[in-house]
């Protein structure tokens, strides 16, 4: 089966070729090279004819065997290149740079509240390689001299908190920065416009290739590679039945997140961890960001905040919002100035923010409380959204914990256990904020609003003080805004920005939900039929229906109506309990996409085993015949089973579009 590496394989090599002008040429005419290899015969050391090239990223990988496909690729020397993508890497690494880190730090312990860890061990200059392409995560350690490999893989993995490695990643404002944001006097017609921005590219993502590929972009996560591959690959998401599934998926589940939490993407903005200037020359007030630049940023050239600029990377000038998650008090957004510091551009810190040491109060602690223990926070140097006015932070000091005169027994643990199940206020506490700061006249800066802020600092702490936050019986509310959806319960309209971005986003989703459905005509690719794949019909009829079958029993499991559904863990349909528990639909989710990962590589099992490696073309092309062509297309066929060889039918297509140009070229010359 295809990899999803940086490496591809490269034919057709002249005999006088040598390493080092194979190395030049690709670096000229496709991209930075990480590695390259040409096979050689023994006798004279001559080139064989064939050999492979690692690039840095999987951009560059791809951009190659694109170049290739349509005959844009220039002749080395005088030969026409033929390039695929490759199995193997030529040296085992991460595919993409951002999943490269270098100097990172390492802290082992145990969780002891929400996003807050007890740290038995640190470890620093930690070099880690994620691979999402191998399912594994690999730290190397130096510890008293001695190097040290961790390797970690992803099905061991039961839950991580999200990072910003760099500038492509998702960034969005939620509710409760909206609130506050709208309480220092940014006006709702700036998020109501960055909203509706936000829906209109989102319709027509399924129409318009460039703007499906730029949502995409944004979107964290392995499972929507698929999708941009084969649009880059030239896939019409008008007419290609899987690919215009996932789009829609993708495209229900962003609206969904923007009715129901006010996600709205911030391009000015980032999520990045925080760290301490160590050369102490950032003063009170100042900050230094330096983050990844976006496809967006490069192109466009009219960067006022952004200075220094590199190919990739830009430090952030100017007035920034900073901010953490979850924020109830007004003072939590601070406004701070980002400055240029030549000294700490030369320590290479990218993709964080760099808080000063002096000032009577450390800038983190004045966001909610935070800290530089792997707190992230938000970034925005949007000019729209720096509030005009700022408020005095809250008092973050934690109340003492309760000292114990005797060793704790295990009755202890398990009544404190119990006590703080049964106290744990957290949620009720930031509903009743959000209820109050949308529909107060003074929002945020209410005193019913000041006091639940207070509560919910002290809720936060109870896992270490073992004091419980009680929540006043005359703050417990009443009726809810319609934007909460409690049914349920006595409703009223909200007046706030909150309730105006609810019911904007609500007729939207109301009118894209009304356009036709996909049609299940066939749209079969003949470019993906590949010589004598006839010969493996029988054996890929029988996996598809085994496929069918065990993908219908996980639907069933989760109540999943439709295959996109169970591929991207959201339910259109969700029963009550889940309605109102949005946590446990979350673990519920997780579920269904290990589940579904768990099942596809049992299905990469079954190609491998199924044919010898000179035969993986024709069975993969057999599988996508057994589900795509008409002859072969019960109402039960699920469209994903044959993209799981997303790689292998890719390559597919990338050679036909080759041979289909070369063709091109000889007919004309001919004339």
Not at 251 to 275: E, H, T, W, Y
Not at 514 to 541: H, I, M, N
Request: contains cysteine; proline residues 4%.
């Amino acid at each position: 089966m295809g990899s999803s590496g940086a490496t591809v394989q490269v034919s057709n090599i002249p005999l006088a070729a040598v390493a080092g002008e194979f190395f030049e040429y690709f670096e000229a005419a496709v991209g930075s090279v990480f590695a390259c290899e040409i096979a050689t015969a023994r006798r004279n050391w001559k080139s064989r004819g064939f050999g492979r090239v690692q690039f840095d990223s999987l951009a560059a990988a791809e951009r190659a065997c694109l170049l290739a496909a349509e005959g844009r690729l220039p002749n080395f020397q005088r030969a026409r290149l033929s390039i695929t993508r490759s199995r193997d890497d030529i040296v085992a690494r991460a595919a993409e740079g951002r999943n490269r880190v270098e100097g990172a730090v390492l802290r082992a312990g145990v969780l002891v509240g929400e996003n807050r860890m007890e740290v038995f061990g640190v470890w620093e200059g930690v070099r880690a390689e994620i691979m999402p392409e191998r399912k594994k995560l690999e730290l190397f350690v130096d510890q008293s001299g001695e190097k040290y490999k961790l390797e970690v893989m992803f099905g061991d993995i039961i839950a991580s908190c999200g990072c910003c490695l760099d500038g492509s990643e998702s960034n969005a404002i939620l509710l409760q920065i909206i609130c506050l944001l709208s309480t220092l006097g940014v006006k709702d017609e700036i998020f109501e416009s960055m909203q509706h921005d936000q829906m209109q590219q989102l319709g027509k993502m399924l129409t318009d290739k460039e703007v499906a590929l730029r949502v995409l972009d944004r979107m964290a996560g392995s499972e929507v590679r698929t999708a941009i591959k084969m649009l880059m690959q030239g896939y019409d998401p008008k007419s290609e039945p899987y690919l215009s599934m996932m789009l829609k998926a993708y495209r229900d589940c962003q609206l969904s997140d923007i009715r129901s939490k006010c996600r709205i993407f911030v391009p000015k903005g980032r999520v990045l961890i925080g760290c301490l200037d160590e050369t102490c020359t950032l003063d009170y007030g100042q900050a230094y960001i330096k983050v990844t630049m976006t496809k967006e940023e490069l192109q466009n050239e009219d960067q006022t905040f952004l200075k220094n600029t590199d190919q990739t990377s830009a430090v952030v000038v100017g007035q920034v919002v900073v901010t953490r998650n979850p924020c109830l008090h007004p003072g939590d957004i601070r406004v701070l100035q980002a400055v240029y510091d030549v000294g700490l551009d030369d320590m290479g810190l990218v993709d964080c923010i760099v808080f000063p040491q002096k000032g009577a109060r450390p800038h983190p602690n004045e966001c909610s409380g935070g800290d530089l223990d792997g707190d992230l926070y938000f970034i925005c140097w949007d000019k729209n959204l720096i509030p005009p006015e700022t408020d005095t932070p809250m008092d973050y000091t934690p109340r003492r914990p309760r000292l114990m005169d005797h060793d704790v027994t295990l009755e202890e643990i398990q009544k404190f256990f119990v006590d703080y199940m049964i106290n744990d206020t957290l949620g009720v506490i930031s509903t009743t904020h959000l209820i109050y700061a949308d529909s107060e006249p003074m929002k945020a800066r209410s005193p019913k609003c000041l006091e639940l802020a207070n509560l919910h600092s002290e809720a936060v702490d109870f896992a270490k003080t073992g004091a419980p936050a009680e929540m006043p019986r005359v703050l417990r509310p009443k009726e809810f805004p319609d934007f909460m959806e409690r049914w349920d319960r006595s409703t009223f309209i909200s007046p706030g920005v909150i309730g105006k971005l609810y019911r904007a986003a609500s007729i939207h989703f109301e009118d894209l939900s009304s356009d036709a459905t996909f049609s299940k005509v066939s749209a079969y690719d003949y470019d993906l039929q590949v010589e004598g794949f006839e010969a493996f019909l029988s054996p890929a009829k029988e996996y598809r229906d085994r496929y069918s079958e065990k993908l219908s029993l996980l639907m069933n499991y989760y109540g999943a109506e439709h295959e996109d559904e169970i591929l991207t863990g959201n339910l259109r349909n969700k029963s009550l309990y889940l309605q109102k528990d949005k946590k446990r639909y979350g673990e519920m989710k997780d579920r269904m996409l290990v589940g579904v990962r768990s099942l596809h590589q049992e299905v990469e099992g079954w190609f491998r085993c199924s044919c010898a490696e000179r035969d993986s073309s024709r069975m993969a092309s057999a599988w996508y015949h057994v589900t795509y062509h008409p002859d072969y297309q019960p109402e039960t066929t699920f469209r994903s089973f044959p993209w799981i060889l997303s790689d292998v039918l890719l390559n597919i297509k990338a050679v036909k579009k080759h041979q289909t140009l070369d063709l091109k070229v000889i007919s004309s010359t001919n004339r």
